[in-house]
Structures are given as structure tokens and as C-alpha cells.
């Protein structure tokens, strides 16, 4: 199983573009967790879905973030227009059952 | 957002040591997860408790669940080098998979 797949590793982008980062969860789960990680918050959790639905996206820090699963293979979370405070590691996670997997997160720089 | 006490935040040891780090919560949860992070990777899950008074292990690994059920600790014996990383905890009531996580122990090892 090649595990959670996401991309782009890293993006470096300008304030005021739009950035979006791409999940892949494994296959079978029905669970995608998407987290922020900074030294300052630690990992906080930002949205997550069940079979494909927005259960719960309270962490969601404000309407400049979206996030979307189109299917069960894929997940998208969108920052538009971006700032430097959103500068961090983006990760995605996948489960089936209460055991999250992570992926290797997204290294997201604003200029 | 909210986050759990880890103690220590950091710590230097010698291999072979001992290593204790535990994690409280102004909050019941009805699981621990404890997790490890490697730079540039996502956390990895080392083991998960689900009952008060929990005791299990996994390897050189050891965690327990309080019995308040407000925390949870975590002791690596005969530390070696690759336990460099930062230890996290998490933990969620019942009904939901949204875990907080703890704002992590940073473990050095000094050969």
C-alpha cells in the first residue's frame, strides 16, 4: 500500500494567489482528516469527512478556506487568496476506525 | 485551538536511558492515541489506548491510560538513537474522530 499520498511536497507561492493542495487517502478508508501544523499552534485539526461529506469543519479558520472530496480517492483544500499567516505544514490523514494515518504534509511558504 | 500539556516539552538523553513524557487534559477522553514524528514526515501511530487503567505496549514502548481519564504517559526503555523525533499525544471523546493533539515532546538522544 503506498499510503496517504500528497501533493505538492512543498509550494512557495506570493500573498493574494490561490493554492491548492491535493490528497490521495489509501484505499478503503472512509475517514480524511485535513491538519495545520506551525510551531506556534502545534497540529490542529482543520476539517474531516466521512464517506466523502464535511462532518465537521469548525477548525476551518476562516472563509479563505475550503475544502472539498469529490470521491472516495481524493481530496482537495483550497486557500484563496493566501497570506503569510498560512505559511505551515499541511497534512492529510485517512481512517477506517479511529487509526489515522498521515501523510508526509504539504510545506506551504506565502511570500 | 484547544491543545493538551505535554511534559517535557524537550529533553536530552543518554542511549540506553529510560524515557517518561506524559500528557493532561482539562477534559475526559475515551481514547489516547500516542504518535511520532520524524522531521519532514507526518506522525506515525506508535499505539492507542482505549480504556481507563489502560497499560499496553508496543516494543521498548509503553503507555498507559489514567485512570481520571484526563492522561495518559508514555516510557520508552533503553532509548537508542532513532527515537530522536517528537512524541505527540492525542486524544478524543467517544462518538467522534476528532482528536486533539498534544503540543509534543521533543526527544534528543545522545549517543
Known amino acids: 500500500d503506498a499510503g496517504v499520498i500528497q501533493s505538492p511536497r512543498h509550494e512557495v507561492t506570493e500573498m493574494g494567489q490561490e493554492v491548492t493542495l491535493r490528497c490521495k487517502p489509501i484505499?478503503?478508508?472512509?475517514?480524511l482528516f485535513w491538519y495545520r501544523q506551525t510551531m506556534m499552534r502545534g497540529l490542529e485539526l482543520l476539517i474531516y469527512?466521512?464517506?466523502?461529506?464535511?462532518?465537521?469543519d469548525s477548525g476551518m479558520p476562516e472563509d479563505r478556506f475550503s475544502a472539498k472530496m469529490p470521491n472516495a480517492s481524493f481530496s482537495t483544500l483550497k486557500i484563496q487568496p493566501s497570506e503569510p499567516r498560512d505559511s505551515a505544514v499541511y497534512f492529510c490523514?485517512?481512517?477506517?476506525?479511529?487509526?489515522?494515518?498521515f501523510g508526509p504534509g504539504t510545506r506551504l511558504t506565502v511570500l | 485551538g484547544q491543545q493538551l500539556n505535554q511534559s517535557p516539552q524537550s529533553m536530552f538523553i543518554q542511549e540506553g536511558e529510560d524515557v517518561s513524557m506524559n500528557c493532561t487534559s482539562s477534559?475526559?477522553?475515551?481514547?489516547w492515541l500516542w504518535y511520532k514524528q520524524d522531521p519532514g514526515e507526518g506522525p506515525v501511530l506508535l499505539i492507542a489506548?482505549?480504556?481507563?487503567?489502560e497499560l499496553t505496549s508496543n516494543g521498548r514502548l509503553t503507555a498507559q491510560f489514567g485512570i481520571t481519564r484526563k492522561d495518559s504517559f508514555l516510557n520508552i526503555s533503553a532509548s537508542i538513537p532513532s527515537d530522536v523525533g517528537i512524541y505527540f499525544c492525542?486524544?478524543?471523546?467517544?462518538?467522534?474522530?476528532?482528536?486533539?493533539f498534544g503540543t509534543g515532546t521533543r526527544l534528543k538522544v545522545l549517543a
Open positions: 489506548l482505549y480504556k481507563a487503567g
Open positions: 484505499s478503503g478508508h472512509d475517514y
Open positions: 477534559s475526559i477522553f475515551n481514547t
Open positions: 469527512f466521512n464517506n466523502n461529506v464535511p462532518i465537521d
Open positions: 490523514a485517512s481512517s477506517y476506525g479511529d487509526t489515522q494515518y
Open positions: 492525542a486524544g478524543t471523546t467517544s462518538g467522534t474522530y476528532k482528536y486533539i
